[in-house]
């Protein structure tokens, strides 16, 4: 009977251990979210400054860079906006239910701006989306 006892509790403390780890990142995520968000809304407000990013000119919000990976950046924050060059046109829209997407020729290749939707944050502006919005604006971008 001990034994079974003690099968028990081992049982339960692995799956609270899971939990307690979905948790903590579930949180971190929210966090996350909740500080893009919050730069997004700030960003909206910033003037614009134009940047070369592979060969391109682009207008994008004051203080704010393109990373190696085309995720548009704000005080060491990288948030959830991306930019891609790709000569494949039907790579182009492949649009995904937290994504809107925008594209542009450029030469000869195809350059996308995607905007994410926030997946944990519940209440929030959906400033991600309008920033992408208007970089897309600024920039000539075609809404796919």
């Given at each position: 009977m001990k034994k079974i006892i003690l099968f028990i509790c081992i049982l339960i403390e692995v799956s609270s251990?899971?939990?307690?780890?979905?948790?903590?990142?579930?949180?971190?995520?929210?966090?996350?979210?909740?500080?893009?968000?919050?730069i997004g809304r700030e960003l909206l407000e910033k003037n614009t400054q134009k940047i070369v990013w592979n060969e391109m000119e682009l207008i994008v919000p004051e203080n704010t860079?393109?990373?190696?990976?085309?995720?548009?950046?704000?005080?060491?924050?990288?948030?959830?906006i991306e930019f891609k060059k790709t000569n494949n046109?039907?790579?182009?829209?492949?649009?995904?239910?937290?994504?809107?997407?925008?594209f542009k020729k450029y030469n000869e290749d195809y350059v996308t701006l995607g905007g994410y939707r926030y997946d944990n944050l519940k209440y929030h502006s959906d400033s991600n989306l309008k920033l992408a919005k208007k970089i897309a604006k600024e920039n000539n971008f075609t809404k796919c």
């Open positions: 251990c899971s939990y307690i780890n979905y948790v903590k990142q579930y949180t971190a995520k929210t966090k996350n979210e909740g500080r893009q968000d919050k860079t393109i990373d190696t990976n085309g995720r548009l950046n704000y005080n060491n924050q990288e948030l959830e046109r039907e790579e182009l829209c492949r649009n995904k239910s937290y994504k809107i997407q925008w």
